[in-house]
């Protein structure tokens, strides 16, 4: 029996309801399987105990989840009790800085049985890597002066190191894929930054003579994935430019609650954290509107992380199975509540089709 141990955060808002129902679909394809266990903690770590605590987390908190196999988190941010920027980077950045999660892969792809908002989807299937550590969420500026002639500073602060390694990653995985990689720049405007961006590209290719590549700037790039997403394979961007194509991506599917992503440690220090694109939605919160399908195509990445791929694919042909069936949520155009989808994620899980 294989066992690991997984930290889990649900956080805020529809968090703390899709991170539940994830976890018992794990449990039941734990039952179902018989052949991995999964020990879970859960954190309450949250704006909640941010206005108790004064912090979003304990202050040994890296500490307390530095032992675990991974991390499983659902949405951090209630803008009504803690202004955003401390609660991402109390709980979630800081998580993703302090465990050199370097990178965040989110994959997006056409789903039979959903209406993407396109008119000719085309089956595209992608993948973003996105830098995890630093580029344009940087913590280097200030504020100065105040009224009419207050200024803010933010610097962009691009490593070699950083930016070779987001690289790496995404060639490797297009060597595992169809061997495309495109990357996301605009060397045309930002003149320090993303002519550096270019250079590492350009030199980490050379190692890559199998893959195809280009590079797009990120406004046409962004037009590129509506207009046609299935000419994309692996997509490499810097944070902010990974952070907004990945929102498109998961609108592109249907919706931005079916979107999983992985922040992965990539020098295997420290334990990985597995968390949906989407936010803590506090304008569906507590209706049983949220879908908890991002939540759960989540946890098949981290299953697939783990080494778990037979329960992997077994997750993902009932995610498939449940969305072809057309058991959705209100954000798909379905009438399912997040019950309605985790029971009929469960059925499938028990039933004959998992023999
Ligand atoms: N990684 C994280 O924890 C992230 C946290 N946030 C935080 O979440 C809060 C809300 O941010 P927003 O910009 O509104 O983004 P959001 O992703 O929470 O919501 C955007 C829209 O998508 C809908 N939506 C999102 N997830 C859904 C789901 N699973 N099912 C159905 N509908 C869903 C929401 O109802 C909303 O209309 C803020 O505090 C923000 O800072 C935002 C993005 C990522
Ligand atoms: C914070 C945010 O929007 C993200 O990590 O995707
Ligand atoms: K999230
Ligand atoms: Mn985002």
């Given at each position: 029996m294989n066992t690991y141990t997984i930290a889990s955060i649900a956080g805020d808002g529809i968090g703390k309801e899709v991170v539940p129902a994830a976890w018992r679909v794990l449990k039941t394809l734990e039952r179902v399987q018989g052949d991995f266990e999964l020990h879970v903690t859960e954190f309450p770590w949250s704006c909640d105990y941010y206005i108790e605590h004064?912090?979003?987390?304990?202050?040994?908190g890296l500490e307390q989840l530095e032992a675990f196999d991974a991390v499983f988190l659902g949405a951090v941010g209630h803008p009504d009790l803690v202004p955003d920027h401390i609660s991402l980077w109390g709980l979630l950045i800081n998580i993703r800085r302090g465990f050199d999660q370097q990178i965040n892969v989110r994959p997006s792809r056409q789903f039979e049985g959903l209406s993407s908002p396109?008119?000719?989807?085309?089956?595209f299937n992608l993948m973003v890597v996105r830098e995890n550590s630093e580029g344009e969420y940087s913590e280097v500026g200030g504020r100065m002066y105040s009224g009419e002639d207050e200024i803010a500073i933010q610097n962009n602060v691009f490593s070699k190191k950083a930016v070779k390694a987001v690289m790496e990653y995404a060639f490797q995985l297009g060597k595992d894929r169809s061997g495309h990689v495109t990357s996301a720049t605009k060397s045309n405007g930002i003149v320090f930054s993303m002519p550096f961006w270019d250079e590492v590209f350009n030199e980490v290719k050379e190692n890559y003579p199998g893959i195809d590549t280009r590079s797009e700037h990120i406004d046409a790039l962004a037009a590129a994935f509506v207009?046609?997403?299935?000419?994309?394979?692996v997509v490499v961007g810097s944070n902010l430019f990974g952070d907004i194509l990945t929102d498109i991506g998961a609108a592109l599917m249907g919706?931005?609650?079916?979107a999983p992503a992985a922040n992965i440690?990539?020098?295997?220090k420290y334990p990985s954290m597995f968390e949906p694109v989407?936010?803590?939605?506090p304008d569906i919160e507590?209706?049983?509107?949220?879908?908890?399908i991002g939540q759960l195509w989540t946890a098949q990445m981290m299953l697939e992380h783990l080494g778990e791929s037979t329960a992997a694919q077994t997750l993902m042909n009932a995610i498939e199975y449940v969305i072809k069936q057309g058991t959705v949520t209100k954000d798909l155009g379905?009438?399912?509540?997040t019950e309605n989808v985790v029971k009929a994620v469960e059925e499938y899980l028990t039933s004959e089709n998992t023999k």
């Open positions: 004064g912090r979003m987390m304990p202050e040994d396109l008119a000719n989807p085309n089956q207009t046609k997403p299935e000419t994309m394979d919706s931005i609650g079916i440690n990539i020098n295997g989407h936010g803590s939605a507590g209706q049983g509107l949220a879908n908890p379905g009438d399912a509540s």
